[in-house]
């Protein structure tokens, strides 16, 4: 059984900076793409960073260059690094795995990321 478990997160104030971490136990393979999503109230779940092979990356407009992913491919590990955060950075953020071997991608049960103003 693959899970996800995340830790950090929490409440911070504006212009402050949090580490969310995530780790995948349960998998006999390397996921090939690890990392987070975000969701505000009444919002969709969008995007905010992904590493591909623990190599390539890519990042919402809204966080380039104030987030920060980095992973190891061959631990099943992602961190996310946020700083310079901001009010609208307030959300539950998830924790994202998907590998071709098992054809879909997993969550984390999520953290809440607090920024007040």
């Known amino acids: 059984q693959v899970q996800l478990v995340e830790s950090g997160g929490g409440l911070v104030q504006t212009g402050g900076s949090l580490r969310l971490s995530c780790a995948a136990s349960?998998?006999?393979?390397?996921?090939?793409?690890m990392g987070w999503y975000r969701q505000a109230p009444g919002k969709e779940r969008d995007l905010v960073a992904v590493?591909?092979?623990?190599?390539?990356?890519n990042y919402a407009d809204t966080v380039q260059g104030r987030f920060t992913v980095s992973g190891d491919y061959a631990k099943n590990t992602v961190v996310l690094q946020m700083n310079s955060l901001k009010p609208e950075d307030t959300a539950v953020y998830y924790c994202?795995?998907?590998?071709?071997?098992?054809?879909?991608?997993?969550w984390g049960q999520g953290t809440q990321v607090t920024v007040s103003s």
């Open positions: 349960g998998s006999t393979v390397s996921f090939y793409v």
């Open positions: 994202y795995a998907y590998s071709d071997t098992y054809g879909r991608a997993f």
């Open positions: 590493i591909r092979n623990g190599v390539t990356t």
